[in-house]
């Protein structure tokens, strides 16, 4: 794969506040790259610093192998950034902003007509084009900003909360439009919202206090809850505590734990292996009639706490 994003060593320090402390990643094309933390962690000054906003403490950022100290320009023309809060100036139309971005971007003409026109059709603000912003909702404030950053079809995008503030239709026409450009652009989505994870993501960075944490796919994120393929089960017509200790017995099980509220058990595999069909086979070979039986996936909320609490180790 192309890289068009590479990140080595970059730090930013405001005084004895370390915001960003070594960080270090690339993004290729076609990746959508989920950047995560807690708020104040690092990922809006990161942001920053990779579109040429701020300058580093120390680090190299390239964007499409142009440094970012070196020529600012050319990073610049070859990124969209959607900035947190998605500023605009509230005076103007939807359709006077995006000209005037087309104008600054150096686009002109028939091209600049396409570029606004194509931008506001992806981006679904072609019913609020002449309202002025200040009077749109924070969801089309949001779409604005979208449209804005991939106005001049850039092969790579800097999107800091593109779903901020939308309703849950919106929020689906944001992640249409995300997938769709993922193949051939390269992609960072800063998120705090961890259902992105799998809705928008190939890739996740974890960050926290500056540093990162975590870095691979949604699944192998997943895959470090501790009830990543637990299997809870119930089972008719048995003794609670027969059932629980045929199941410790197991050589597949790491622990079994009584559901709260109900009857059944979750029972851990070891080494977070998927024992579904195994411990099927072993329950039925008894003679038992299975109530119900189902795997869990990786909780991400519990993944995420774990990683980002404040003495959490690197992973």
């Given at each position: 794969?192309t890289?068009r994003?590479?990140i080595?060593d970059?730090?930013k320090?405001?005084g004895?506040?370390?915001?960003v402390d070594?960080?270090s990643f690339?993004?290729s094309k076609?990746?959508?790259?989920?950047?995560?933390?807690?708020n104040?962690?690092?990922k809006?000054?990161?942001m920053k610093m990779?579109?040429g906003?701020?300058?580093?403490?120390?680090?190299?950022?390239?964007v499409?192998g142009?440094?970012?100290?070196?020529d600012?320009?050319s990073v610049k023309?070859?990124l969209?950034?959607?900035?947190?809060?998605a500023?605009?100036y509230a005076d103007?139309?939807?359709?006077n902003f995006?000209?005037?971005i087309?104008?600054i971007r150096?686009?002109r003409?028939?091209?600049?007509k396409r570029?606004v026109?194509?931008a506001?059709?992806?981006?679904?603000?072609?019913n609020?084009?002449?309202?002025?912003?200040e009077t749109?909702?924070k969801?089309?404030k949001?779409?604005v900003?979208?449209?804005?950053s991939i106005?001049?079809?850039?092969?790579?995008?800097?999107l800091?909360?593109?779903t901020?503030g939308?309703?849950?239709n919106?929020?689906?026409?944001v992640r249409t439009?995300i997938?769709?450009?993922?193949e051939?652009?390269a992609?960072?989505i800063?998120?705090?919202?961890?259902?992105e994870?799998?809705?928008?993501?190939?890739r996740n960075?974890v960050?926290?206090?500056g540093?990162?944490?975590?870095?691979?796919?949604?699944q192998q994120?997943?895959?470090k809850?501790r009830?990543?393929?637990?299997v809870?089960?119930?089972?008719?017509?048995?003794e609670?505590?027969a059932?629980?200790?045929f199941l410790?017995?197991?050589?597949f099980v790491?622990?079994v734990?009584?559901l709260?509220g109900?009857?059944?058990f979750?029972?851990?595999p070891k080494?977070?292996?998927q024992?579904t069909a195994?411990?099927?086979?072993?329950?039925?070979?008894?003679?038992?009639?299975i109530?119900?039986?189902?795997?869990?996936?990786?909780?991400?909320?519990?993944?995420?706490r774990s990683?980002t609490?404040?003495?959490?180790?690197s992973?």
């Amino acid at each position: 794969m192309t890289l068009r994003i590479e990140i080595d060593d970059l730090a930013k320090h405001f005084g004895a506040i370390k915001a960003v402390d070594g960080v270090s990643f690339s993004v290729s094309k076609g990746e959508v790259l989920g950047f995560l933390g807690p708020n104040g962690a690092g990922k809006s000054t990161t942001m920053k610093m990779i579109t040429g906003f701020l300058t580093p403490t120390r680090g190299t950022v390239r964007v499409c192998g142009y440094d970012v100290l070196k020529d600012p320009i050319s990073v610049k023309a070859h990124l969209g950034y959607l900035p947190e809060g998605a500023p605009a100036y509230a005076d103007m139309t939807p359709v006077n902003f995006l000209h005037f971005i087309a104008e600054i971007r150096g686009i002109r003409g028939k091209e600049k007509k396409r570029a606004v026109e194509s931008a506001a059709e992806r981006a679904r603000i072609t019913n609020v084009m002449y309202q002025p912003i200040e009077t749109l909702s924070k969801g089309y404030k949001r779409r604005v900003g979208l449209a804005q950053s991939i106005l001049h079809n850039p092969p790579v995008l800097i999107l800091d909360e593109p779903t901020d503030g939308l309703d849950p239709n919106q929020k689906h026409e944001v992640r249409t439009l995300i997938n769709e450009m993922a193949e051939d652009k390269a992609i960072i989505i800063s998120t705090h919202i961890l259902e992105e994870v799998h809705a928008l993501c190939n890739r996740n960075v974890v960050i926290a206090n500056g540093k990162v944490r975590f870095d691979g796919t949604p699944q192998q994120l997943e895959a470090k809850s501790r009830y990543y393929n637990a299997v809870c089960v119930n089972v008719a017509n048995i003794e609670q505590q027969a059932f629980a200790s045929f199941l410790s017995s197991l050589e597949f099980v790491a622990n079994v734990e009584q559901l709260n509220g109900a009857e059944g058990f979750r029972v851990y595999p070891k080494e977070g292996r998927q024992i579904t069909a195994e411990l099927s086979e072993k329950i039925r070979g008894n003679g038992w009639d299975i109530d119900s039986l189902h795997a869990e996936s990786g909780r991400l909320d519990e993944v995420f706490r774990s990683i980002t609490m404040p003495n959490a180790e690197s992973k």
